[in-house]
């Protein structure tokens, strides 16, 4: 058994794609391809759903999560909405009946963890009903998977955090629970938990041509199924690529980028190397960036930079 667990690991890296392919299957943190993978309305892509919520939060759950609905369905199909981050707003509910709210992000954000604290909030705040309220509260979670690192000196992908006594270290109300998730952290590598399955699955899928053999349980072979382009409609396809692209002009900009996405970076700076570094140059310019920060974050010289 362990000659065999060997193999499997030494040759992971020939489910990787080859210089020049594509991989079949979509890029999870994109809103579409998650939405469409992970929406609650349908019944597959809903035990997609329940099944990530459960292996994401089981050391904070106390019951199993058992049925999940949109709390709101107002979105486009880039599946955003005006004034916030959140792919997914969600009523839950365990084997025992009892309700529990749970946000899902996986946008990158500015003040990144007083977001999510926020939006933790809103997740309580909603909860109001009109007239003689007791403040009976519901447990509320807010998932952040996050591309790039988030806590630069702790090395853990994942970070849960509650209320808690300072002194006793003891939960002192459950109303606010986070599970923050830094994919950036994530090695080439699967373990055998389902934690590290997940996380191996959203930050490499899209760099797979198959699913590996440590990836065989049920639920990744049906959630790959919905995680296929060629699933998506004509439009939804170019909804999808619209979005692609639009985060990869927002991402190039971005600090710690080109260690996380060295591959693509290499290749889409490769097909058209000068043209997009000024295109970049010009839009920082004109927000009046500092000229140092431009030229590191795009190449450029100061004097090219100068000259646009």
């Known amino acids: 058994m362990k000659y065999e667990h060997e193999i499997s690991h030494k040759s992971l890296e020939d489910y990787l794609v080859k210089p020049g392919e594509e991989s079949p299957f979509a890029n999870l943190l994109i809103d579409l391809a998650f939405k469409k993978a992970f929406d609650p309305d349908k019944p597959v892509s809903r035990e997609n759903l329940i099944n990530l919520l459960n292996d994401l939060l089981a050391p904070q759950l106390k019951r199993a999560i058992v049925n999940v609905k949109t709390r709101n369905v107002a979105k486009n199909l880039s599946g955003s909405k005006a004034s916030r981050?959140?792919?997914?707003?969600?009523?839950?509910?365990?084997?025992?009946?009892?309700?529990?709210?749970?946000?899902?992000?996986?946008?990158?954000?500015?003040?990144?963890?007083?977001?999510?604290?926020?939006?933790?909030?809103?997740?309580?705040?909603?909860?109001?009903?009109?007239?003689?309220?007791?403040?009976?509260?519901?447990?509320?979670?807010?998932?952040?998977?996050?591309?790039?690192?988030?806590?630069?000196?702790?090395?853990?992908?994942?970070?849960?955090?509650?209320?808690?006594?300072?002194?006793?270290?003891?939960?002192?109300?459950?109303?606010?629970?986070?599970?923050?998730?830094?994919?950036?952290?994530?090695?080439?590598?699967?373990?055998?938990?389902?934690?590290?399955?997940?996380?191996?699955f959203f930050r490499y899928l899209s760099r797979l041509r198959e699913l590996p053999p440590e990836l065989s349980d049920k639920k990744f072979k049906q959630l790959t199924e919905s995680a296929k382009v060629s699933k998506f409609s004509k439009k939804e396809f170019e909804a999808y690529q619209k979005m692609y692209h639009e985060r990869w002009d927002h991402n190039v900009l971005k600090r710690g980028f080109f260690k996380e996405f060295a591959m693509e970076i290499n290749a889409e700076i490769a097909k058209n190397v000068s043209g997009n570094k000024r295109e970049i140059a010009k839009k920082l310019k004109a927000r009046n960036r500092p000229v140092e920060e431009i030229a590191e974050d795009t190449g450029l010289s100061i004097e090219e930079i100068n000259a646009l």
Not at 97 to 102: A, D, K, Q, R, T
């Open 85 to 200: 981050t959140a792919i997914f707003d969600l009523h839950c509910e365990d084997d025992d009946g009892n309700l529990i709210e749970i946000e899902v992000q996986i946008r990158e954000m500015d003040n990144f963890l007083k977001r999510i604290a926020y939006y933790a909030s809103e997740l309580v705040a909603n909860q109001a009903e009109p007239g003689d309220w007791d403040y009976d509260v519901k447990l509320t979670y807010v998932i952040a998977l996050a591309r790039y690192r988030i806590f630069e000196n702790d090395e853990r992908i994942v970070h849960r955090a509650s209320t808690l006594d300072l002194e006793t270290g003891e939960q002192i109300v459950d109303s606010y629970n986070y599970t923050i998730i830094e994919l950036a952290k994530v090695p080439f590598f699967i373990g055998k938990d389902s934690l590290s399955k997940w996380l191996f």
